[in-house]
């Protein structure tokens, strides 16, 4: 055991510690007897702290903390997205399990995750119904549209969740969790909050655009980004089997 590292046995305990650190960097790691990959994890630990027994290259860490989470005067991910705390969530959102109902064959919904990219626009009637998956599950706090002020979307129902995407007859039936009536602002690149404490555990979000400002024939979304921010759970898609064949018990 170095002496850089210490194991602390009770929460109170690291009070004391990083109040004499001063402005030493502090490296907390949080371990139980009970949990396994902590258990997994903890020679490798270990090995680092006798590797390293001055402890981690303070710069060249915050450096790093910098490139993947900005720098400590703002989020830079936050500043962009328009919304403190908060990052937009397209890299999250796993478009081979996405869908959308009455796109039209040129103009589909891949246009409008990325601005600039192209836009979405409808088929034959005003009404579209966009099925947004994520690979992990996140909570979405608001959106953020860009539409023409003429045939951008007005009435909006959105729900979560769903096992399937939902068909126009049950979308106009249906309950949503939350239903918006834009305004030719909102369509201006603008941030549409939505009731965060509704979407805290969210794997699937659906989107049925009822209609659009001005009776046009059809619908067109320029640019559509979620806003909100990560849960702390596993990554389906980059989970992979590492032994055994499917259906063997390990």
């Known amino acids: 055991m170095t002496n850089n590292l210490k194991v602390l046995s009770e929460d109170g305990l690291l009070a004391g510690e990083l109040a004499s650190a001063g402005q030493r960097l502090v490296v907390?790691?949080?371990?139980?007897?009970?949990?396994?990959?902590?258990?997994?994890?903890?020679?490798?630990?270990?090995?680092?702290?006798?590797?390293?027994?001055?402890?981690?290259?303070?710069?060249?860490?915050?450096?790093?903390?910098?490139?993947?989470?900005?720098?400590?005067?703002?989020?830079?991910?936050?500043?962009?997205?328009?919304?403190?705390?908060?990052?937009?969530l397209a890299q999250y959102i796993h478009q081979g399990s996405c869908e959308c109902?009455?796109?039209?064959?040129?103009?589909?919904?891949?246009?409008?995750?990325?601005?600039?990219?192209?836009?979405?626009?409808?088929?034959?009637?005003?009404?579209?119904?966009?099925?947004?998956?994520?690979?992990q599950a996140v909570k979405v706090h608001s959106l953020r549209l860009r539409a023409p002020a003429e045939n951008g979307p007005k009435n909006v129902k959105i729900f979560i969740n769903q096992p399937n995407t939902l068909d126009f007859d049950k979308a106009e039936s249906m309950t949503p969790v939350?239903?918006?009536?834009?305004?030719?602002?909102?369509?201006?690149?603008?941030?549409?909050p939505l009731r965060y404490v509704k979407f805290q555990n969210v794997t699937n979000l659906q989107l049925f655009f009822r209609d659009n400002q001005t009776g046009a024939d059809t619908?067109?979304?320029?640019?559509?980004?979620?806003?909100?921010?990560?849960?702390?759970?596993?990554?389906?898609?980059?989970?992979?089997?590492?032994?055994?064949?499917?259906?063997?018990?390990h």
Not at 110 to 131: F, H, N, T
Not at 178 to 192: C, H, P, S
């Open 28 to 88: 907390a790691d949080f371990t139980a007897t009970w949990c396994g990959p902590c258990q997994r994890i903890a020679p490798v630990f270990l090995e680092y702290a006798k590797r390293y027994p001055k402890g981690a290259d303070q710069r060249m860490l915050e450096d790093k903390i910098k490139q993947h989470y900005g720098s400590g005067d703002g989020d830079d991910a936050a500043e962009d997205c328009g919304v403190a705390g908060h990052i937009d």
């Open 101 to 135: 109902l009455n796109e039209s064959d040129e103009r589909p919904f891949a246009g409008a995750l990325k601005a600039g990219a192209g836009y979405l626009e409808s088929d034959c009637d005003e009404q579209l119904i966009l099925s947004l998956a994520f690979s």
């Open 178 to 192: 939350q239903e918006l009536e834009l305004t030719k602002d909102d369509l201006a690149d603008g941030i549409v």
């Open 219 to 249: 619908t067109r979304i320029d640019h559509i980004a979620i806003i909100g921010s990560l849960i702390g759970t596993t990554n389906m898609q980059e989970f992979k089997r590492v032994a055994g064949k499917k259906g063997e018990a």
